[in-house]
């Protein structure tokens, strides 16, 4: 078993965090395609839930969005729509969400993004005491207060878990 380097060199978004002043811890894990957020809560041996996935998504006029969910929910589209409000979301193609964060997929963090876009974060991701995100690599996650979300991005709570 190969061992890895728990620091990761700066991203984007562990600049934003440290200019902000944010502790966090740093999770290296090795990246599958595919293997998504239980992938990485195996590797790393936390629980799936909370394990925050960074979602791009878009509203009918195509202007972009972050959504923030537990790694094992779904989000509800209709019920996000209704909420923001807006008359549809949908999830970003790859290549259009890349081009908003400035992160490949499979490595989108909330922080450090390239275009400014309203967060929306699922509320019960709030109530937990340490959250695992990505910080803008695929393989690397970052262990932050989940605080962090709504002090420093603005995030907006929303229930939308499906």
């Known amino acids: 078993m190969s061992k890895k380097s728990?620091?990761?060199?700066?991203?984007?978004?562990?600049?934003?965090?440290k200019r902000a002043g944010i502790a966090f811890s740093e999770h290296v894990y090795d990246y599958v395609e595919h293997g998504g957020t239980a992938e990485?809560?195996?590797?790393?041996?936390?629980?799936?839930?909370?394990?925050?996935?960074t979602l791009v998504m878009q509203d009918e006029k195509a202007e972009p969005l972050i959504v923030l969910m537990h790694g094992d929910c779904s989000v509800s589209?209709?019920?996000l729509?209704?909420?923001?409000?807006?008359?549809?979301?949908?999830?970003?193609?790859?290549?259009?969400?890349?081009?908003?964060?400035?992160?490949?997929?499979?490595?989108?963090?909330?922080?450090?993004?390239r275009k400014a876009m309203p967060v929306f974060v699922e509320a019960?991701?709030?109530?937990?005491?340490?959250?695992?995100?990505?910080?803008?690599?695929?393989?690397?996650l970052v262990g932050i207060a989940p605080q962090v979300l709504t002090e420093l991005l603005g995030a907006r709570p929303v229930q939308c878990a499906n």
Do not use: M, W
């Open 40 to 53: 990485s809560a195996r590797q790393l041996g936390v629980d799936e839930h909370v394990v925050v996935k």
């Open 81 to 113: 729509a209704r909420q923001i409000p807006c008359k549809k979301v949908e999830p970003c193609k790859p290549e259009v969400a890349q081009r908003h964060s400035g992160y490949q997929v499979g490595g989108t963090s909330p922080f450090g993004v």
């Open 6 to 17: 728990t620091h990761v060199s700066e991203t984007p978004a562990t600049q934003q965090l």
């Open 124 to 140: 019960t991701i709030l109530a937990l005491p340490k959250i695992c995100i990505n910080g803008g690599r695929r393989g690397y």
């Open 77 to 79: 589209l209709k019920e």
